[in-house]
């Protein structure tokens, strides 16, 4: 977060083809972009203490509790949920209200990166010790590492039957993934062991260092946003704003510690290299760094294994390339199809052998499976059919129609892949916008589909996709979707939830009212 007397540094109009002509940001422009870096700050800090009492605490040795304000917080917990939620209110208002500052209205960009940077820092830091946020993920994660580190094999059975039940790690593993196999690759099970055996499976430290884990994923993954944007002749402040400051971002990566932090860092940096590499080919450097892209992205599908996309992506840019050089078509593909086959082959089998994990995580889907979420659509039409089949007296086949309508949905998102893989090789899509693009299509039909799950495709298109229209989309779902998730991550009575919303959106209106009028009383001020 920048001192005060930096402020000129930090805000300005750069010189680029897509933003307009303008006299940089006056100073009352820096002021308000700087009152809502810390509007920001303040609602991730009101996130972080109402989630000493309504995050996704631990069933036994709860640690945060072992602090007064956890244990007065805990015992209000619907006031704890409302506290969240407030915060929520203003993490979002300040990052919708930031948008004409990083040129994502279309008016051009004031902002410097670094400056944005900043703000992702300020945003982050009051959320790193406090309890897990939105989901109880994370204590599968925990028990998992335990699992590895014990020798175990995670694909073998679930949590609580490998551990015990009395295990303390067990205990706290979501119903869901209670009683299922692991569906994460050795990348992400390797890290959970690594701090299983760092932290002795004490669940602070544990929640504390796979928060770390998950901002070094967001390091790599800011690294990649705006170098990829650069290339792509995208503002990389606007594509930072749109990506990493999302709210969806701080609170799901960052507040929930999912592992899609981990695979979205490996995918944007590994993009970038084997990109790197391809610009300078024939030089043997080039080939130094499209192994390394290889590594790196086949690494994001061992941590999850939608991850692997992205070596088509980067596979099809070096065809181009070799296409360019004299190759035909069918052997340049080819050619960069074995590439990129090796270089998945050799990283899996180091990792695999290195984390002392089988590959159970290649058909283990663990509990996903049996979930029915609303925000996928090839879900909905498979239970919409099932039940005008049971209207219409056929019987429940449910079950039957998801089958159906799920493998459908998958085929048709691989199919779109393949005309996405050949655009890039014919040169009508840039690379990143392909990937984009593709994983947008496959989120929308993916059987499983979580409110953070869009964030697959809005990293790498906020580097290339510059229209108003995305971007305003973007936003609309992101400042929406960051309100559906309950704080704990579980479902509760109808009236406990109407009490934390109804209380969260009286005393967020009643704060909105007051710095309006507090505001309009300076203004006044100033004039006079």
């Known amino acids: 977060m920048g001192r005060p007397g930096s402020r000129s540094a930090e805000l300005h109009e750069p010189a680029n083809s897509q933003a307009g002509a303008g006299d940089g940001a006056s100073y009352h422009e820096q002021n308000r972009f700087f009152l809502l ?247 043997k450097s080039a080939w130094a760094l499209i192994a390394a892209s290889g590594a790196l992205i086949t690494c994001a599908g061992l941590v999850k294994v939608t991850g692997f996309f992205a070596l088509g992506f980067t596979g099809m840019a070096l065809a181009r390339a070799l296409h360019a050089a004299g190759r035909p078509t069918v052997r340049a593909i080819t050619q960069a199809v074995l590439v990129q086959s090796v270089l998945l082959v050799a990283t899996t089998a180091v990792v695999s052998l290195s984390a002392g994990i089988g590959l159970g995580w290649v058909t283990g889907q663990g509990g996903a499976a049996s979930i029915r979420s609303w925000l996928s659509l090839t879900t909905d039409i498979g239970v919409i059919g099932g039940f005008i089949a049971m209207l219409l007296g056929l019987g429940d086949h449910t079950e039957a129609m998801l089958v159906v309508t799920r493998t459908a949905g998958l085929a048709v998102a691989a199919a779109f892949g393949v005309r996405m893989l050949w655009a890039t090789f014919k040169g009508t899509i840039h690379p990143v916008g392909g990937l984009g693009v593709a994983t947008l299509v496959l989120v929308v039909l993916f059987p499983v589909v979580h409110p953070w799950y869009p964030l697959w495709a809005i990293l790498p298109l906020a580097a290339w996709a510059n229209r108003v229209f995305f971007r305003v989309g973007v936003a609309a779902y992101s400042a929406v979707f960051s309100f559906l998730v309950l704080p704990r991550g579980l479902a509760l009575q109808p009236g406990a939830v109407a009490t934390i919303y109804l209380s969260a959106a009286l005393t967020f209106a009643v704060l909105i009212v007051a710095a309006w009028l507090v505001y309009r009383q300076r203004r006044g001020r100033v004039l006079h």
């Open 37 to 283: 870096r810390w509007l920001g700050a303040v609602g991730t800090l009101l996130i972080a203490l109402g989630g000493f009492g309504g995050g996704a605490l631990p069933v036994v040795d709860n640690p945060w509790f072992s602090f007064g304000l956890g244990s007065a917080m805990g015992r209000m917990m619907l006031a704890s949920n409302a506290v969240v939620l407030i915060g929520v209110g203003m993490l979002v208002c300040a990052w919708l209200l930031m948008a004409p500052f990083v040129g994502a209205s279309g008016n051009g960009p004031r902002v410097a990166t670094p400056a944005v940077q900043r703000t992702l820092t300020a945003w982050v830091v009051p959320l790193m010790f406090t309890a897990p946020l939105f989901t109880q993920d994370i204590y599968s994660y925990l028990a998992n590492g335990a699992i590895v580190r014990m020798g175990l094999d995670p694909y073998a059975a679930g949590p609580v039957e490998i551990l015990g039940v009395d295990h303390p790690l067990a205990r706290s593993v979501p119903f869901i993934w209670a009683h299922s196999p692991s569906p994460y690759g050795p990348v992400a099970l390797g890290i959970a062991a690594v701090i299983s055996w760092l932290t002795s499976d004490t669940i602070f430290w544990g929640v504390i260092a796979h928060r770390l884990v998950s901002l070094a994923g967001l390091l790599a993954a800011s690294w990649g946003l705006r170098s990829l944007a650069h290339r792509c002749g995208v503002n990389s402040a606007a594509a930072m704003w749109l990506g990493l400051l999302n709210p969806l971002t701080i609170l799901h990566l960052v507040g929930g510690i999912h592992n899609e932090a981990i695979m979205l860092g490996f995918i944007l940096a590994g993009l970038e290299v084997g990109l790197r590499g391809v610009d300078v080919l024939p030089n």
